[in-house]
């Protein structure tokens, strides 16, 4: 249900790319940017889900 990388997360890491950055794909850059909070992947169902949208707020 919760993806392992997404449109911006392959955007991401072909920029990274660009600038030299190596053994560096979309799924790492969509671990990194669910780790920092740049995405909210809880599910609906899942209580976080609400509290982290109400956070970036």
């Known amino acids: 249900e919760i993806p392992a990388l997404t449109d911006e997360s ?3 890491a072909k920029r990274l790319k660009e600038h030299g950055f190596k053994f560096l794909g979309p799924t790492t850059c969509y671990a990194f940017m669910q780790a920092v909070g740049m995405v909210n992947d809880h599910l ?7 509290e982290l949208g109400r956070a970036r707020r």
């Open 10 to 12: 392959k955007a991401l």
């Open 44 to 50: 609906v169902e899942c209580f976080r889900h609400g």
